[in-house]
């Protein structure tokens, strides 16, 4: 990191008060069909596109795909858009239908996407619990038009709902693979871009809808205080911008980032600790990620990698979190809780503005420089329907700031940049009274997960190794001390959640105190994406290097790492610290 832009994220983190960020037919879409008609499938009933075949028998991608092998190699090229006329059934991955997720304008001419001209008003996102009467009622009225479209209308709302499942349920596959590798636009490094794509050209569509050129989408404010419930606009059944598919349990609550599928609510006399939590589980996040984008935005992907859910990034955990606690409560768990049904509610919208205004605001800490610089992000692409009724394709360097799409978010404050000193006030109150204090257990041995992945069914403790202590600040500047916990292993697009926390070792004990909490492994349901493999593998990766400033490990050789199972059926292959070289051109 530049010099320049380190100083200006240190300064926002130590002193800032207030933040300003600039910051079939079409018309069974979504639905589910039984029969499949297709002329060439594979064991599994896919279609397999002809000229793929013959591509991975020696064609320009003969070398990049290995026929007949489960391994296909990846190729080294950005994730292209789909061929929107090679689409095939999609796939719940909760009830394991097969759904219709194709998009109705598969035969139109496709353009390049033009941003616009810097003459163009910015619109302005504001917060949802913040909108004045008129505000509302201009969103309503948008999103009640977008709903009487014709259905086969590309604008329609289910038809706009239908991309999101489009892209993340498995009705497209890459171009040029054989077998074939699902479009997958979430877990990885394509995930900010793609959203932040998707909701401006959906804003832009609302606003034609009702004449406005200024229309802006609300985002729903959950990293502040007043913005962590569900904010009213949406939940007013006689209005648009309800659905009654939501875990009406979580109408009135807080919004707990520690929330697993079937958690009860919390007791109203633990607010003010879930939101100092809340608070500080963001300062951290930023913090931790500030050097390393990979970290906060998730990995890199390429053309060709299987299933690229192995590389979520921080930000997108968190974001599962709110899915989960949105959609349903029981499985399936439409809408907001599985992805195959995510857009369908509106307020995905207002969610997603909210993490691409996280991600303008980390953009913003580190001087606004891009947060890779490969091409294999920049020139990744994607189609939408834009607000001209034309096909666009669009690439990830079109989107790398609000401000180049002419849009910005309002200005709010940003109470986790200072949480940490309250959290720890908190976290040092005294015990109550009368309870019996917890001991320190003896510690066992250093845990080697052996040949076999170790199935997450209870807490698992172990001490792990530092590469290096007492790091100098310069050092810190130039590699992060990163927590992996790697091979993880969920059942393809089912949910999961564990947690991992990090205490000090001191003194041959482990315990009581399972130390700081670094970070969550959280998978919403998804497509079950693909044809051979019973799982897919991914790796957790979480920065620790201020985690352990706060906790005084610095100078000691070894951590605790506690990981507590919340749900599913996670299994995991081990846990090691590495330090991983920041970029130098940051
Ligand atoms: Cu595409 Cu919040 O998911």
New binding site residues.
Partial sequence: MSLMASSALSAAFSHSHRMATTQPSASIAGRRVTAVSCELKDEDNHVIDRRNVLLGLGGLYGAAATLGSQKKKAIGAPVHAPELSKCHLAEDSVTGEKVFCCLPYNERDIVEFVPPPPYEPIRVRRPAHKLDLEYVAKFEEAVARMKALPPNDPWNFMQQATI?CAY?NGAYDQVGFYPPVSLQ??GSWL?LP??RLYLYFYERILGKLIGDPNFALPYWNWDSPEGMRMPEIYLNPSSPLYNPMRDKGHYAALFDYKYAVGDPNPEPSRDEHIVTHNLHHLHRMFKESERNPKLFMGKPVVAGEEVPSNASGNLENL??IV?SWTGTSEAPYYDMGD?FT??RDII?FG??AN?DRLWEIYNGFRGHIPEFKQEDWLEASFIFYDENRQVVRCKVKDCLTPQQLRYSYHPENLPWLHARQHYFRLKDKKPIAGEPAPVPVPAAPIYEFGPEPKPLVEPIQVIVPRPKISRTKFEKEAATEVLIIEGIEVPFGAAARFDVYVAKFVDGHIGPDIGELAGSFVKIPHSKHKFHLLHHKSSLELGITSLLEDIEADPLDKVVVTILPRIGEVKIRGIHIELVKVDPEY
Wanted: proline fraction near 0%; charged fraction near 0%; aromatic fraction near 24%.
């Fill in positions: 999101h993340c636009v979430h995930f793609f959203h974001h599962n899915h992805f995510a857009a995905f969610h997603h993490v």
